[in-house]
């Protein structure tokens, strides 16, 4: 059965878009466009696999409180620029089951542990 009193598309979100979406809806002055932003959380994700990019806007909309955003800036390349950067430091990752994050090689951080040449005592 098609509604006909709508007059707009529904959109249905996962959690994680939803989460997106009301984090970007608190941003003053951002452009919100709901199939825009999650085509760049699909984009971001794929992209990113091992980055929390939730966490990542998060950290980005605080920062815009201290910097608002102008008229001529781009918010979704900063946002994207804000995960390559998070990428690269090694912030923002997920967690996994264990609530451990991971780092790029797998092993993980909380229980990486030094080879043993490390704490070879010299002798004098």
Not at 26 to 36: A, F, T
Not at 71 to 83: A, L, M, Y
Not at 89 to 106: A, F, I, L, M, P
Request: charge should be positive.
């Amino acid at each position: 059965i098609l509604n006909t009193n709508l007059k707009k598309d529904i959109i249905y979100l996962s959690k994680e878009e939803a989460q997106l979406i009301k984090i970007l809806e608190g941003v003053s002055d951002y452009p919100l466009d709901r199939e825009k932003e999650v085509e760049m959380l699909k984009r971001l994700s794929d992209k990113y696999p091992i980055l929390d990019i939730i966490s990542v806007v998060k950290d980005w909309a605080i920062g815009k409180i201290d910097k608002p955003l102008k008229k001529k800036d781009n918010p979704r390349s900063q946002i994207n620029t804000w995960c390559k950067n998070a990428d690269a430091w090694g912030k923002n990752k997920k967690e996994d089951e264990h609530g451990s994050n991971k780092q790029h090689n797998g092993e993980d951080k909380k229980t990486f542990k030094l080879p043993p040449e490390f704490y070879a005592v010299r002798s004098t």
